[in-house]
């Protein structure tokens, strides 16, 4: 199982209260993960990432044991601790201003 972290508006949108368990097949990707949570909760649809092209929104945040892989392709394979559920994959809102 795939552990995914929300921020907490995603989470309230979601209707769901911890992480989020999705199962995936085959290699872990953010775009897999993307995927299989947005077919599980349609209502994400959009806020993740743009509808019509597939990107990630500018303040939307990817982050694989710790590290920002934000700017990384959608199609790299995770690290194994991910696709095991032993460290989760977080989606941020970026703080911006001043």
Known sequence: MIRVLLPAH???L???SDEVLLEEKGETTTKGILDALE???PVLRGTIRDPATGKRRPLV???ACAEDISHEPVEL???EAIAH???PFC???AMAGG
């Open 39 to 41: 077919t599980r909760y």
């Open 61 to 63: 945040r990817f982050f």
């Open 77 to 79: 394979v995770l690290p």
């Open 85 to 87: 559920g032993k460290e």
């Open 91 to 93: 989606i941020v809102g």
């Open 14 to 16: 979601a209707g769901v």
């Open 10 to 12: 995603l989470r309230t």
